[in-house]
Every structure is written in structure tokens, then in C-alpha cells.
């Protein structure tokens, strides 16, 4: 490349306009569903590697939303509209060229309810890498089922029944199933939406161990709850969204211990909610 070329590029770490880029931005980001209603007015916040970014607010007010703009997933919506840009890795991922089976593969999605496959409990992590090509022989897979099931912490549970059903698995055990299929993708970010509302308080203490270890392994993660002890424990900045509107975000410890906006200090001491 000539000198003249590389005096055009963008820094690494900085964007087109000179600001600090983030592994993934939303910029004024704007969700219709149906072509009428507004569900979410124009939400800017940014996620980093390593960070997890909690998304609280009242039930109704765009979280979910949000967060299923964050991977394209509202594409699966009929009539749904998404303006705005979704910068991934400083690239606008919110066009219609986009190609989603790739995207999917380093923006990983876990939802509220356990969704294995029906499916052995080995072929749920190997489904989506054989998809892929990236399965060349049965030592790799057999690798990849175990560092994936370490990772989510479920590995010394199922390592002695890897052919059997991800349905035979406890609720809390079958979540961590969806969450090492995710891994093994190696994706590099990881969307939860309320990933522990459907499990009792052990489960959900392991899987927001597991999502920690995650983050701190370097990957983004954004997580839906609205379990605010939840928030305090798994996440390092959180971002609170009201009737559409992403109406505060900072760190964690300065969100719930010092709010600024009065709708957040109404949530946080349980005004509405
Ligand atoms: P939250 O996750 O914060 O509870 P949602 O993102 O699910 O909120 O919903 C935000 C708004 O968008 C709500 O008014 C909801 O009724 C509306 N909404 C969500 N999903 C759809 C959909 N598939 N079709 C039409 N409206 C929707
Ligand atoms: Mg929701």
C-alpha cells in the first residue's frame, strides 16, 4: 500500500470522526414496529470488549428491542424498521447487504427461556460449527465440546452423558448448554435478554458466574435484567432505558449508587417498575 493510502486510514481504536471506537456502537438507533409506532427513539450507547453492559428499565420500555438491534435480530420481525447505524467493529452492520448468517456467528444471542435443540447434548454444541465447516475431524469436535462446556461451566455435570439429550438437563444446565453452544461459535460478542428470569436462585447464580468469566475472558457482553441485584453483581456499566429513550448510562457503581435522572432514582427505589 503507498504512503498516500495509509495516510487515509483510520487509526486503529478511532473512528472516521476522530471519536474513540468501541468494538460495537449503536448510533442513534430508532425501532418501528408495524411502520407507526415508535417502539425506541434513537438510542446511542457503546459496548467494549471484556465489558458487561447491563440494560435495565421498566417492562415495556425498549430493552429487548434494543437488544435484538444489536444483532439484526428484529429482521426476523415482519414490517419491523431499524434506522440508525450499528457499528461493528467501526463497520455499519445496519444495511440491507449485511450478511446475517455470518454476523451470527461473532454476535451471539442466549434469550430468557432454555432453547436446546432436540438434540444430544454434544450434537447442541457441534450443530452450528459443522453448519459452518469448521469441524474437520472428530478430535476437533470432541475439543471444542469440551473447552466450550468449561467455559460455561457445565462440563464436570454432562461429561459423562454428552450423548444424551439437552432435554434431560435441569432448566439452569440446559441454559448453560445454549450458553457453550453460543461460545462455540467464538463469537466475540454475546447478547443476553433476561437469561436467568426462567431459573431458580442456584442456577442463576452459576450462569451469572459463567457470564462474568465470559466478559473477563475478553468477550462483550450486553445483558437484559430486571433484577437489579442481577445488574450489581454481573455487570460493569449499565444502561437505563424509559418509555423508548436510553435516558442514563455510566458505570455500574455510579448508576445505582448516585443516579442522576429522577425516572432512574424512581426505579431504583422501586417507585414503578
Ligand atoms: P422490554 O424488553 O423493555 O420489556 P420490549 O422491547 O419488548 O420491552 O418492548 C418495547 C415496546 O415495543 C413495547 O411497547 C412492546 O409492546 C413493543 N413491541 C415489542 N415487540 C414487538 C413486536 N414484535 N411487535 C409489535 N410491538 C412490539
Ligand atoms: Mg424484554
Not at 31 to 44: M, N, P, R, W
Request: with cysteine; glycine share 8%.
Amino acid at each position: 500500500m503507498s504512503d498516500e493510502a495509509n495516510n487515509t486510514q483510520v487509526a486503529p481504536g478511532v473512528t472516521e470522526d476522530g471519536s474513540e471506537r468501541h468494538l460495537l456502537s449503536a448510533r442513534k438507533v430508532t425501532v418501528k414496529y408495524d411502520g407507526i409506532k415508535e417502539a425506541l427513539h434513537g438510542t446511542t450507547l457503546d459496548f467494549d470488549a471484556g465489558v458487561v453492559t447491563a440494560l435495565i428499565g421498566p417492562s415495556g420500555c425498549g430493552k429487548s428491542t434494543f437488544l435484538r438491534c444489536l444483532n439484526l435480530m428484529n429482521r426476523e420481525i415482519p414490517k419491523c424498521v431499524v434506522g440508525g447505524d450499528i457499528l461493528y467493529h467501526g463497520r455499519n452492520i445496519n444495511t440491507k447487504d449485511e450478511n446475517l448468517f455470518e454476523l451470527r456467528k461473532s454476535i451471539g444471542m442466549v434469550f430468557q427461556q432454555p432453547t436446546p435443540f432436540r438434540k444430544s447434548i454434544r450434537e447442541n454444541i457441534l450443530f452450528a460449527p459443522k453448519r459452518h465447516g469448521r469441524i474437520g475431524s472428530r478430535e476437533e469436535g470432541d475439543e471444542l465440546v469440551e473447552t466450550s462446556l468449561k467455559q460455561a461451566a457445565l462440563w464436570d455435570e454432562v461429561k459423562d452423558k454428552l450423548d444424551q439429550s439437552g432435554f434431560g438437563l435441569s432448566g439452569g444446565q440446559q441454559q448453560r448448554l445454549c450458553i457453550a453452544r453460543t461460545l462455540a461459535m467464538k463469537p466475540d460478542v454475546i447478547l443476553f435478554d433476561e437469561p436467568c428470569s426462567a431459573l431458580d436462585p442456584i442456577s442463576t447464580f452459576a450462569v451469572e458466574e459463567t457470564i462474568r468469566a465470559i466478559a473477563d475472558s475478553g468477550i462483550c457482553v450486553a445483558i437484559v435484567t430486571h433484577n437489579m441485584e442481577q445488574a450489581t453483581r454481573v455487570s460493569d456499566r449499565t444502561a437505563f432505558f424509559y418509555m423508548g429513550d436510553m435516558v442514563e448510562t455510566g458505570t455500574t457503581k455510579q448508576i445505582f449508587s448516585a443516579p442522576k435522572d429522577q425516572r432512574l432514582a424512581d426505579y431504583l427505589s422501586g417507585r414503578f417498575g
